[in-house]
């Protein structure tokens, strides 16, 4: 747990220095730019090894590509409090209707037991559709060229973050709710860790003319707004103070928005935070006790 612990430092404080080295991995951010252009060439070379999973990545991009679907935050049935349906919406999982009373309110812990009722609300079912579908379609292209792929992993981002008709407002003030206690919690906010991949997608799409200028400064702006909402809010200084691997998700997040927004300032702020977190969190035994 504790070599794991150093190497997570470690890959903060190199991502870091490389992306701010103007390196070629200032287009990816949790992911090593060289070894997939290596694996790339080894690839046009022939490898045998790397084929039998390049071509399940490239089934796996064209069932995506096959499925007119795209994934938004407006198929909910739920309207949230806000009354905005561009508001992200997610109920807690592990809390449940209480027995003891006839409405079932508040709702009452049951720790490690996931409510059903969870995927009532889609768009916790849809983020994480619209991330998987951005990340495979986003690795085919790279390493295939081929736009059919791309086309998809932009529709895919339009959809979720640019669109009028179908964007996420940047913003996760309804997450995890629990019903008869609260809107949306902190703790809500690891449900959209995964960004960090949807970012590395539009760092491999970017060779694509079909992903503009115009929509560059576009996602650009979007995941700034988030990073304010996500650095000033209730929610986000609760999900800061989390002790245990909230907490570190939450710099992952935020390094990973910072980066990716060009916030110097935030993005070395955060790595010295990451190391107080994990100093204060881990025992001399190398565990995280929280977790525990």
Not at 24 to 39: C, M
Not at 217 to 227: C, N, R, S, V
Request: glycine share 4%.
């Amino acid at each position: 747990m504790k070599n794991k612990t150093l190497n997570l430092m470690a890959i903060f404080m190199f991502t870091v220095l490389s992306v701010f080295a103007q390196s070629k991995t200032a287009d990816v951010f949790a992911l090593d730019f060289n070894v997939l252009s290596a694996n790339k060439e080894k690839l046009k070379n022939g490898d045998k090894n790397l084929q039998k999973p390049y071509n399940k990545l490239l089934r796996d991009a064209d069932e995506m590509v096959k499925e007119d679907k795209l994934f938004t935050v407006m198929e909910k049935k739920q309207t949230p409090p806000s009354g905005d349906m561009h508001d992200y919406m997610s109920l807690a999982i592990y809390f449940w209707p209480n027995p003891d009373k006839p409405n079932g309110l508040p709702y009452i812990r049951k720790d490690g037991q996931i409510n059903p009722e969870v995927e009532d609300y889609k768009d916790k079912v849809n983020i994480n559709k619209m991330i998987k579908t951005i990340e495979v379609t986003s690795l085919a292209y790279y390493f295939s060229d081929d736009k059919k792929y791309s086309k998809k992993a932009i529709a895919q981002i339009r959809a979720w973050f640019l669109d009028s008709a179908t964007r996420m407002n940047p913003n996760f003030n309804y997450a995890q709710a629990v019903k008869g206690l609260n809107n949306g919690r902190g703790v809500g906010i690891i449900e959209c860790r995964e960004f960090i991949k949807v970012i590395n997608g539009i760092g491999l799409i970017k060779s694509d003319p079909s992903w503009t200028k115009k929509d560059q400064e576009a996602i650009e702006k979007w995941f700034t707004d988030f990073l304010t909402w996500f650095t000033t809010s209730k929610n986000g200084i609760d999900e800061m103070k989390s002790k245990n691997n909230h907490g570190v998700w939450y710099d992952a997040q935020k390094l990973g928005y910072a980066l990716f927004t060009h916030n110097k300032e935030i993005a070395l702020s955060t790595v010295k935070s990451v190391q107080n977190r994990l100093e204060l969190q881990m025992d001399e035994t190398g565990f995280f006790p929280e977790e525990m």
